[in-house]
């Protein structure tokens, strides 16, 4: 068995994070479907996967199994709780055992290490917000803001300050 755990700070409240987390699913549905279609059906094979999901929020989980090939030999369990802190909770799943080891993995969202150039979009870049106008024009790229919460721009420290609700 192998677990991972990634915790992922956020610069945002849980209820903030609640309501991003609905608009974005939303909008990824939208972008998905059209034309009708939403639901691809396959030739029935070997590949054949089934996935449970529930969303409790702040709790979701969800169950991927392949029951007509790999049998009870294979699942893949994704546990998420959303917690209102900086990442330095431990075992929020209550999922420490003794004798499993579990790798925990810090992900900054202002650190480009873990991005590949082909999937970099300056416009979902949390610390440039660019300014299309100019872009055009003379390609600047400003750092970015929040007017509406009054937060930005991201510094390297981020995750330690006090600056964002990430108690």
């Known amino acids: 068995m192998i677990i991972k755990e990634y915790r992922i700070p956020l610069p945002l409240k849980l209820n903030e994070y609640q309501r991003g987390q609905r608009f974005t699913v939303s909008e990824a549905s939208k972008a998905e479907t059209g034309g009708g279609e939403g639901v691809e059906v ?50 929020v799943l209550f999922t420490l055992q003794p004798g499993i080891k579990r790798d925990v993995v810090h992900l900054d969202i202002r650190d480009d290490a873990f991005i590949s150039k082909s999937d970099y979009a300056p416009t979902t870049d949390p610390k440039a917000r660019i300014n299309i106008a100019k872009m055009i024009k003379c390609c600047i790229i400003q750092k970015w803001h929040s007017k509406k919460a009054n937060r930005g721009p991201l510094k390297d420290d981020w995750i330690s300050s006090k600056e964002f609700p990430v108690e």
Do not use: L, R
Not at 47 to 68: M, S
């Open 42 to 91: 396959f030739p029935s094979e070997a590949f054949e996967i089934h996935e449970e999901c529930w969303n409790a929020f702040p709790y979701t989980k969800t169950v991927v199994t392949n029951p007509k090939y790999m049998k009870e030999n294979f699942q893949v369990v994704i546990e998420s709780m959303h917690v209102q802190n900086n990442g330095h909770t431990d075992d």
